[in-house]
């Protein structure tokens, strides 16, 4: 079954860290470029991070910049984001997703496969 399923989610204060992963499976994860997208209540889905295929390129978002880490393990099928510093505001459901694109990509059109999501709150 091809599917993406995230994990690590959960309750954070305000400064603190986490590292969610995205484990894939029914797919060669190394043929693709991955992302994580988040989407807080009532909002958009928006963007994140972007990885390469072979992990050689990453982008991020502007508020994520210098904060989270994307990175990928391809012989384990998965995609992993670590988060610090973390802001209440930055409460949302994360979200692991395959990219079409031939390269790397931070337009969600884009993305064909989606995980279920993984809860993150962080409180102040």
């Known amino acids: 079954q091809v599917q993406l399923v995230e994990s690590g989610g959960g309750l954070v204060q305000t400064g603190g860290s986490l590292r969610l992963s995205c484990a894939a499976s029914?797919?060669?994860?190394?043929?693709?470029?991955m992302g994580w997208f988040r989407q807080a209540p009532g909002m958009e889905r928006d963007f994140v991070a972007t990885?390469?295929?072979?992990?050689?390129?990453?982008r991020y978002a502007e508020s994520a910049e210098g904060r989270f880490t994307v990175s990928r393990d391809n012989a384990k099928s998965e995609v992993y984001l670590q988060m610090s510093s973390l802001k209440p505001e930055e409460t949302a459901i994360y979200y692991c997703?395959?990219?079409?694109?031939?390269?790397?990509?931070?337009?969600?059109?884009?993305?064909?496969?989606w995980g279920q999501g993984t809860q993150v709150t962080v409180s102040s």
């Open positions: 029914g797919f060669n994860i190394s043929n693709y470029a």
């Open positions: 990885i390469s295929r072979a992990g050689s390129v990453v």
């Open positions: 997703a395959k990219t079409t694109a031939k390269f790397s990509s931070t337009d969600r059109g884009e993305y064909d496969l």
